[in-house]
């Protein structure tokens, strides 16, 4: 199956206590937009959300947390995660904006584990320029 800029890879994913994922391709680069909020709930759906994404192997992969409400440590815990299983197969990046996402990745230092980006076209270019993952 071949998807165009921005096209999706398949409907949001969705349930009652739960988040939407919304899988995009933007040029080679996987893009997983989430809403809602993460939490003890919610983790296994982000958890199997990212893990579908990283079985196809992205070349580049940039979580967009633009829709979340709420990220818990919990979520944190799963962004340094797939950085890590991530490690040098793929770039990484996390669209964070406001204090609900940003703060608390800011708070725990994973700021400087991993690129952060206060909006995709920000995250997009920097795999453009080679900053994603360094």
Avoid: C, W
């Avoid at 690129?115 to 997009?124: E, G, Q």
């Amino acid at each position: 199956m071949q998807h165009t800029e921005g096209s999706d890879k398949g409907p949001p994913l969705s349930a009652p206590d739960s988040i939407t994922a919304v899988v995009t391709d933007h040029d080679g680069v996987t893009v997983l937009s989430i809403g809602g909020e993460i939490d003890l709930v919610t983790a296994p759906a982000l958890e199997e959300a990212i893990g579908a994404v990283v079985a196809d192997s992205p070349t580049a992969l940039v979580i967009d947390l633009s829709g979340v409400e709420f990220l818990g440590s919990v979520g944190l815990k799963i962004l340094a995660a797939t950085y890590e299983k991530l490690g040098t197969a793929a770039e990484f990046g996390v669209v964070a904006q406001g204090p609900a996402t940003r703060r608390p990745i800011h708070l725990t230092g994973l700021d400087k584990t991993f690129p952060l980006y206060p909006a995709l076209d920000d995250a997009l270019t920097g795999v453009r320029d080679g900053k994603l993952n360094r």
